[in-house]
């Protein structure tokens, strides 16, 4: 099946500091999502990117299907942007999609 | 109406116990899954309705019983559980009946297994 890595596996940012998300995957996708989830669990969507570059505040994502890895970028971090980064990727399995993620980026940003 | 409501948040049995999970969306959503998360790890799938039908089973254990009365509501019905099945119970839907594309989750069930 289609490999998704993610990278680093963990980090450490002082409030205010900049940084990149890495995911790299083994196969051709349909699409991408990143997802944050929070210390008590929560998933949240934050790009849904099959493709090009894409922006939201202090965080943004770009997708290069062709070369088969997406970034991400969180920029002037604050502690609430501590918790796991997952990206998981869109493959059509028995006529359905089904999302793979990735193990994900464990984030603890300090004050 | 932007959520996806599970019930209960959090959720203590035993083995010989029966107990249902149940999750909520009212966003016209037509597919919706189960993930199981294991202590730092990812979600892992475990069942996807589309259209009210089952459409993906993930080659997941009986004792796990999915069921989906309605397009609203998704239930996941537990019996004779294990300790190592003790996990973040995760419910998403998503608009398209195909699956997949942008998924909305819920906050999770976290369950316990004695």
């Known amino acids: 099946g289609i490999q998704v890595e993610q990278s680093p596996p963990d980090l450490i940012l002082q409030e205010g500091a900049n940084s990149t998300l890495r995911c790299n995957f083994s196969d051709s996708v349909n699409n991408l999502q990143w997802f944050h989830q929070n210390p008590w669990g929560q998933l949240i969507n934050l790009f849904y990117i099959p493709s090009g570059t894409k922006q939201n505040g202090r965080l943004s994502a770009t997708t290069v299907a062709t070369e088969r890895y997406s970034l991400l970028y969180i920029s002037s971090s604050q502690t609430t942007d501590s918790g796991v980064y997952f990206c998981?990727?869109?493959?059509?399995?028995?006529?359905?999609?089904?999302?793979?993620f990735g193990a994900g980026t464990r984030l603890a940003v300090h004050p | 109406d932007t959520e996806v409501t599970q019930t209960p948040k959090h959720l203590v049995m035993g083995m010989t116990n029966k107990k249902s999970l149940k999750c909520e969306q009212h966003?016209?959503?037509?597919?919706m899954y189960w993930y199981k998360q294991k202590a730092k790890k990812p979600p892992e799938l475990m069942f996807v309705?589309?259209?009210?039908?089952?459409?993906i089973n993930e080659s997941v254990p009986s004792r796990f019983s999915p069921e989906c009365p309605n397009s609203s509501l998704l239930n996941l019905h537990l019996h004779a559980l294990q300790p190592e099945d003790s996990a973040l119970y995760l419910c998403a839907s998503s608009p398209q009946g195909g699956g997949a594309n942008v998924l909305t989750f819920g906050a999770g069930s976290r369950l316990t297994v004695l």
């Open positions: 966003m016209g959503h037509r597919a």
């Open positions: 998981a990727v869109e493959r059509r399995s028995g006529g359905y999609n089904k999302l793979i």
């Open positions: 309705y589309s259209y009210e039908k089952l459409s």
